[in-house]
């Protein structure tokens, strides 16, 4: 009985590189919301996926981030070029239900460090 | 703006020592509130969700209520194990989750 997973748990990357965070949500669920951390701040939602389909990037910066959920494998959330403020820990959760409406369930993160 | 406030920011116990933990909320249009554990290095672990005002729900030793600006969640008799960040998250009228900065709670042995 999986949880939602995330890969990898620990990412370096050097300024200008690309970033690439990856997502699988739990059995059944078709429902991806991710997630930015940063360190003393409360979780800041980014965006909201289902298959195929971005339901709400309101939370995402305009430029150099990206997500998608396509028909077959994981969520990605892509980072081009990235910046030291991109440093923090993102989170991805998936629920059943459709909209946000439904309690979501959280993978274990991938602390992205820019160097 | 719509807004979630937690307090206290964190919180020291003896075990065995009641207390409850705030979630004060500023939204358009409740449409549910949920309230996560998250240990360190872990993403956030669901434990309620409340839908209306006057509404309790029960886990061990964690109780969750809500009213129409606020939630508590008491823990009653703590042990160490109890020790975490406690995440409050509120869905508003517009379809959006917002997170609280969290209760850092710490349970003395």
């Not at chain 1, 991805?92 to 992205?112: D, H, I």
């Not at chain 2, 979630?23 to 669901?46: A, H, I, M, N």
């Not at chain 2, 960040?85 to 209760?103: E, R």
């Amino acid at each position: 009985n999986a949880g939602v997973m995330q890969n990898p748990r620990h990412l370096v990357r050097r300024r200008g590189q690309e970033a690439r965070l990856r997502c699988s949500p739990m059995k059944g669920h078709s429902h991806v919301y991710w997630y930015r951390q940063l360190p003393e701040e409360g979780l800041k939602f980014m965006v909201y996926l289902q298959k195929e389909n971005i339901i709400d990037e309101s939370g995402m910066p305009k430029e150099r981030f990206s997500a998608e959920f396509p028909k077959e494998g994981p969520s990605i959330l892509r980072i081009q070029q990235v910046v030291r403020g991109d440093s923090a820990a993102y989170f991805c959760a998936s629920s059943r239900e459709e909209g946000t409406f439904y309690e979501q369930y959280f993978g274990p993160g991938t602390r992205l460090t820019v160097t | 703006e719509d807004q979630v406030t937690q307090s206290p920011e964190a919180l020291r116990l003896q075990e065995g020592e009641s207390s409850s933990l705030n979630c004060s909320y500023t939204v358009s249009g409740l449409r549910g509130l949920f309230w996560y554990r998250q240990d360190p290095g872990k993403g956030p672990e669901f434990l309620f969700t409340l839908y209306s005002a006057g509404e309790e729900k029960e886990k061990e030793r964690l109780k969750a209520t809500l009213t129409k600006k606020e939630s508590f969640l008491h823990i009653t008799a703590p042990k160490p194990e109890d020790s975490a960040t406690y995440l409050c998250a509120v869905n508003s009228g517009d379809d959006k989750i917002i997170f609280g900065k969290g209760t850092r709670l710490h349970i003395l042995p």
